[in-house]
């Protein structure tokens, strides 16, 4: 029933930025927590960003705080993930997730619903 696409991955030169969106099909979005994961090759998925379900509170991993904003916009539907000075070292397919639940989380086992991935290349 729910889905998430994601959108706005692509190539950007070290420095550039980029902003990921990805649209959740559920009409509960305004009750769930959402999250940014990344998963580079060879690599676990690792944590990137969460937001609660309010937009109040915001947790980053460390290698992508002050570069990194999580947002959400409840009458779209959408969650963010705005990235500024990019490095290399950001190069992943990064996912938005979903957890129905109001707190975000670090985990991934704690969220319920993935997206497809989008591919973020940052070149040198």
């Known amino acids: 029933q729910v889905q998430l696409v994601e959108s706005g991955g692509g190539l950007v030169q070290a420095g550039g930025s980029l902003r990921l969106s990805c649209v959740h099909s559920?009409?509960?979005?305004?009750?769930?927590?959402m999250g940014w994961f990344r998963q580079a090759p060879g690599k676990e998925r690792e944590f990137v960003a969460t937001?609660?379900?309010?937009?109040?509170?915001?947790y980053y991993a460390d290698s992508v705080k002050g570069r990194f904003t999580i947002s959400r916009d409840d009458p779209k539907n959408t969650v963010y993930l705005q990235m500024n000075s990019l490095k290399p070292e950001d190069t992943a397919v990064y996912y938005c997730?979903?957890?129905?639940?109001?707190?975000?989380?670090?985990?991934?086992?704690?969220?319920?619903?993935w997206g497809q991935g989008t591919q973020v290349t940052v070149s040198s």
């Open positions: 559920g009409h509960t979005f305004s009750r769930i927590a």
């Open positions: 937001v609660t379900s309010t937009g109040r509170s915001t």
């Open positions: 997730a979903a957890r129905s639940k109001l707190s975000g989380s670090t985990q991934a086992w704690d969220y319920d619903y």
